[in-house]
Structures are given as structure tokens and as C-alpha cells.
């Protein structure tokens, strides 16, 4: 059921990506942007979608804010990915942008990923006007420089000073990179629905924080080859990351912690949240 | 009466920058993003307080949008001057954030500036959520592919095909590059009244051009200390200008002769706009 929606969402936001792209002139750098936002598992347009139809919100609005976070996180990975920050040449299982056609088009790809992000939050079909708005604003601060750009960069200040970092830093860290954009997706339906975002904003806390641990876990463990990036990047970089600090033992069983903790959170939404459910469980499991 | 507006605009868009990233956290990637923001003419946020005057607009909502023309433009800059672009280590006569600190700073830097620029756009003070919609959809599709980043993206590709652009490709080239967030800028006044923006946009669009022949005849007879940016670029590096293509003499007159197209577009508003009618003649006269 889980995996079915998971498909489902990454396919209505490539189409909104698909339709929006279209009216774009056809340019190199439109071209790459194309690229740049296929292949991903899709996590954060599917929460997007999920959150809102537990919120009653209908889809077709809805998949334009899915396809918003997605073009935001696909931005980061793209700038992430260049020489001056992670230097990695695969990504999704593909050549990174930079690498098939060159810095300036990723760093412009990147920009214009953002842009488009924004675009689509102020478009009609989300809804009125207050909602958009609401929208905008939260993403804005959940990926600037209050967010994930400030994760980003404590995750580089921390790199240079040699993974000192302890297990509230690392959390803090963390909570900023990737626990912002996640957690406004999984609240992006309430905010639609102007409804009460307590219990989707502590199910995607929750979330985000196990994504993270798992993601620290499969860099360890995973196969680079499945899960189309590469891996053992912190241990080689000699970062401090849940595992180091935990344990890979005790790193799992906080994941598993943090999973029930995500579940709980979905209480007072019944069996209407199982998949909800099913993708906490999924984002430990997961092997890319 | 122009340098006191222009002065009085750089002021109040500095002192939201000032108060909005006091509540950042005290970190490099902030304090880079402060520098950026910093020393610029402060033209596009001019041209928005000054279309609010015109149009009746409150200043103090105004000057938050005005801000996010400047943070967009700051972004497009620091991103524009990376070794992987433009490669400039001067710019408004400091040195580029990528000297100062590092590329990876500069990067998040122009990414987060970006982010700020929407985020002060769907802030209450700016008005009405309609209103703040209008401005976030129109900033979008000026500064994303399909405006300055389009415009970016065709600079370069006509510098790797040799400078074998014509007249009309130059003009639409420019008119993405740097046309498109004048333009913005110089309509945001109607779009925040709610009023006619017709006038102003046939003002912004003569504006734009005038600047960027201003700009291109700046690369060849300017003087790189007062310009506080490397000059002579654009020679060296074989490319078409409007100089290259007109010749000096027919440049300075289609200059002048915009200057004039965008004066006369501001008719209906009299003697109120004389302010504006100021500025397009400063942005041929400007020695940086």
C-alpha cells in the first residue's frame, strides 16, 4: 500500500514537473533541470500528498506544493553535489549534473530548481491566497539560512574542524539539513487544509531525525550501486555522524525508537494514516 | 532629488536586512550573506519604493519588497562571479564572497540570499496575501529559466559559440539577463496598488535596455576603481555587446534615445514621476 502511494506520488509530481517544464524554453539548462528532478524516491512530495489527503485537501492543488519541496530538495542536491561543496559525481544512480554537462549549468540548474520551487507554491491551483502564502513563508525558512542552508553549512564547519561534533550538535545539525524540508512536508497538508499541524509536526520530526540516522547508517552499510550515490563518505571525511557517536547498534535501535515515536504521533488519525505509518517504518528500511 | 531618493532607498532596504538577519544565527554563511548584500547601488529597490510612491503604496510594506529585488539581485552576483562563471574576484569594490571566504560559502550564500528574497515577499507587512502572491509568481518567472537565469544560461552558451550574436539576440538575451528583474522591480508599485501597470512596464522595459548598453559601453570607457568591478571583460573575452555590434557612437544615442522612450512612457503620471525620469537618465550617466 505503502510503495503503491510512494509511486503514485513521485508520478503526479513528475507530471506537474512535466507540464510546467514544457512551457520552458528548450535550453540546455532546462534540459538538465528536467534531469536533475527525475529519479528521486520522491519522499517529500509524497508526504506532501499524504499529509494532505489525511487533511482532506484535494490533489490536484496538492501536487503542486509535492512538486515544489521536490524541486527544492532536488536544488540541494545538485549545488551539494558540486566540486567546491561534496564533489560527488553520482546521484540517483546518474552522472551529477556538474559531471554531465559542467559547474555553470548545475550552479544555474540549482538556482533556478529554487525559483521554481517558489513558482509553484504561488500558483493558483494550491488555493487562496493565505495558503500560499503560508506555504511560502514556511519553506522559505525551512531551507534558507534558517534552515537547510544553515545545516549545510554547519555540516561543512564541522567537516573543517574535524567532526567534533557531539550528539546534541549533530542533532541540531541535522534537524536543520534535512529536518526542515522534511518537516514541512509532512505538515504541508495541514497548513493547506488550515487545520491543527501538531501531531504531523511531531510525526515529521520524528521522521526526519530516524531519515537521518538510517541515512547514516546506510552510508555504512548500504551498497553504492543500489542506492545510486556514493557511500562511506563521512568515515573517509572522518565526520562525526549518529553511528560514529552511537554505535551502529544503538544508532538502529533510536531509529526504531524514533519510528514508533513517529506512529504514535499519528494517533488521533486512526487507520487513516497507516500509510503515513508504513513510510516511517519504510525510511529505516529503505537501501537507497 | 534622484541621489537623495536612491541614498533614502539603499537606507530603508539596508535596515530590513539589518533587522530581518539579526534574528539569524551568528555564523559565516550570515555574516557572507550581510557583505552581500551590502554596497550595491541599490537601483531595482529604488525603482520598486519609488513605483510605490508613485502608485500611493505604503513604504514601510514597500521596503520588503524592495529588499527582495536586492537579495535576488545580490544572489544572482555572488553566483555570477564564481570561478565556474564569470570568475571575478572584485565587485562593488570589495572582494567577491568566494575570495573573502570560500566557494562552498559562496554558493550557499547566493542559494540562501535567494531564499530570503521570497521569504521577505510573503511577509504581512507587504500586504494583502493576493498582492503578495502577485509579486512572489512575478519575481519567480522574472529571476527563474525563463528570465535571469535563461539570460545567464544564453550568455555563456554565446560565449562558448564565439560571440556570433546578432542585434535581436542580444536584445532578447539582455532582456532575460538583466531586463526581466528591472522590469519586475520597476511594475512592483501598480502590482501592489492593485492599479494599472502598463505605463510603468513600458518605462521598466526602455529602462532595462538603456542599462545594459550603459553597461556595455561602461566595459570599454569605464574606469575599473570607480566601477568597483573588472572591467574590460567583455573584449577579451570575444564577445558581441551592443558596442561591438552598433559602434560606440550609435550605442550612446540608442542609449539615449531609450532614456527618452522611458520618460515619455511615464507621461500620464506628470510631474510625480520626475523622480524615475531622473533615474533612466542616471542609469546612462552612472560611472559604476
Known amino acids: ?8 506520488a513521485a508520478q503526479d509530481v513528475q507530471a506537474v514537473f512535466d507540464t510546467v517544464l514544457a512551457e520552458y524554453e528548450d535550453f540546455p539548462v532546462v534540459h538538465a533541470m528536467r534531469y536533475a528532478v527525475a529519479g528521486g524516491k520522491g519522499l517529500r512530495g509524497f508526504l ?13 492543488g496538492a501536487q503542486f506544493a509535492a512538486a515544489a519541496v521536490e524541486a527544492v530538495h532536488a536544488y540541494s542536491l545538485v549545488h551539494d553535489d558540486l566540486p567546491a561543496m561534496d564533489d560527488d559525481d553520482l546521484r540517483r544512480g546518474r552522472a551529477t549534473v556538474h559531471v554531465k554537462w559542467d559547474e555553470a549549468t548545475a550552479i544555474l540548474v540549482g538556482d533556478a530548481l529554487q525559483t521554481l520551487g517558489f513558482e509553484l507554491l504561488s500558483r493558483d491551483e494550491v488555493g487562496p491566497a493565505e495558503v500560499r502564502v ?115 547498534k544503538e544508532a538502529k535501535a533510536r531509529a526504531r525508537a524514533l519510528v514508533e515515536e513517529a506512529q504514535d504521533a499519528l494517533g488521533p488519525y ?9 513510510a516511517a517504518r519504510f525510511v529505516i528500511e529503505r537501501d537507497k
Open 1 to 8: 500500500m505503502f510503495h503503491e502511494a510512494l509511486k503514485a
Open 270 to 278: 486512526g487507520a487513516e494514516a497507516d500509510v503515513l505509518k508504513a
Open 48 to 60: 506532501v500528498l499524504e499529509s494532505a489527503r489525511l487533511c482532506g485537501v484535494d490533489r490536484s
Open 134 to 248: 503560508a506555504l511560502i513563508t514556511g519553506l522559505a525558512r525551512a531551507s534558507g539560512a534558517q534552515g537547510m542552508v544553515l545545516g549545510q553549512a554547519q555540516d561543512i564547519a564541522a567537516e573543517t574542524a574535524g567532526g567534533d561534533l557531539d550528539l546534541a550538535g549533530i542533532t541540531a545539525l541535522q534537524a536543520n539539513k534535512t529536518g526542515a524540508l522534511i518537516g514541512w512536508a509532512g505538515q504541508a497538508g495541514a497548513v493547506m487544509a488550515g487545520a491543527d499541524s501538531a501531531a504531523l509536526a511531531r510525526y515529521s520530526a520524528a521522521l526526519g531525525l530516524a531519515f537521518q540516522i538510517a541515512d547514516d547508517i546506510l552510508d555504512v552499510e548500504g551498497d553504492a550501486a543500489t542506492a545510486g550515490k556514493r557511500l562511506r563518505k563521512d568515515e573517509s571525511a572522518g565526520k562525526a555522524t549518529f553511528v560514529s557517536l552511537l554505535g551502529m
